[in-house]
């Protein structure tokens, strides 16, 4: 498992983790779409947009490896703004590659993007 030196490991001030520390002996949790719902508490859209910025600022937009990114905090964005980076995709592999969709990121988290324009 490709570990993300200088990846922040949480949000902080909060227990929102973006890193885990060591693999899984049985493999890697299974990365699914979780659905954003409009009553999300303030702290977890405050730990999506750090945890989108965090992964804009580490990798841009080129590939990049699962490695130990958090499953849990990738499923918020997976399926929408962080997507499969290669076909075949397997959900269960700490090498499987992702990328950023800039467009849907752009839409979906402005904020991070305005200091560009």
């Not at 849990?72 to 990328?99: H, M, N």
Request: aromatic residues 12%; contains cysteine.
């Amino acid at each position: 498992m490709l570990k993300h030196r200088g990846f922040p490991g949480r949000l902080p001030g909060t227990d929102h983790q973006f890193v885990i520390r060591r693999a899984n002996p049985k493999g890697a949790t299974c990365l699914v779409a979780r659905e954003r719902y409009r009553d999300r508490s303030p702290g977890d859209r405050r730990a999506d947009l750090a945890f989108m910025a965090a992964l804009w600022d580490h990798f841009g937009e080129e590939p990049f490896e699962r490695g130990n990114l958090d499953a849990g905090r990738l499923a918020w964005v997976f399926g929408r703004e962080v997507i499969p980076a290669e076909q075949p995709f397997d959900p269960e592999s700490y090498e499987a590659l992702l990328r950023i969709d800039l467009a849907r990121a752009r839409a979906a988290f402005p904020e991070i993007f305005e200091a560009e324009e």
